[in-house]
């Protein structure tokens, strides 16, 4: 008998067969599961990969575990766990479930099958956002990691400064090929003028009046 198939048997033959509800008083998120045990007060509180993440977070204090209601075997148990953590619950923000209930044991090749097609969806997705909020954690962290690095931040200040250089012949050829030109260009047909430090862009023909009363063509930068 395998070790998995050891454990099972042993559940079987415990005394209280119970589903639970852990909540935690911070977040107000909760956890449903399923327990066998012959004592009552033995401390257990679940087992889940969030709940544990809840846990570890805020505290075993923080959280509070209700018992829901009694079963009389372990099969039942199961089958009472599957209707309860079923796909509308894990789906709700607040159920820190990642799966289908029932996954404590399953009873046959039929009914392991059913479970994970049936779970499939919800499951992928708490997974999918689960490892997305640990990816850009991640790199959030990575990227503090750097920028305490003076000699990384330096390297990155100069790579933004571009004083005493330029782009090159190429760069510029493309860059020029890439703006609007003509007519299809916004600014086709006028130029800056400056006065007084006031810069103003106007129409070329208008220039030679600007000029007549003191303005220059070109504009000031501050």
């Not at 977070?57 to 953590?85: M, P, Q, W």
Request: net charge positive.
């Amino acid at each position: 008998m395998s070790m998995e198939g050891k454990k099972q048997k042993r559940a079987d033959r415990r005394k209280y067969h119970y589903i639970y509800k852990t909540v935690c008083k911070i977040t107000n998120k909760y956890y449903i599961g399923m327990h066998s045990t012959d004592n009552l007060e033995d401390g257990y509180i679940g087992s889940g990969k969030r709940l544990w993440r809840s846990i570890n977070k805020y505290g075993k204090d923080a959280h509070t575990k209700e018992i829901l209601e009694f079963c009389d075997s372990r099969k039942d148990l199961r089958n009472r766990e599957a209707e309860i953590v079923n796909l509308n619950e894990i789906a709700k923000d607040e159920c820190m479930n990642i799966q289908l209930g029932g996954g404590g044991g399953l009873s046959s090749p039929e009914h392991a099958e059913k479970f994970h097609k049936a779970g499939a969806k919800a499951t992928n997705i708490k997974m999918w956002v689960e490892n997305r909020e640990r990816h850009s954690l991640r790199l959030s962290l990575q990227s503090k990691k750097r920028y305490q690095d003076p000699e990384y931040r330096k390297k990155i200040l100069k790579n933004l400064d571009w004083e005493g250089r330029s782009h090159s012949e190429k760069t510029k050829s493309k860059l020029r090929k890439s703006k609007n030109t003509g007519e299809s260009n916004p600014s086709f047909g006028t130029c800056w003028i400056t006065k007084n430090g006031i810069n103003k862009k106007i129409k070329k023909e208008d220039l030679n009046s600007f000029i007549e009363n003191g303005w220059y063509k070109g504009r000031k930068i501050k």
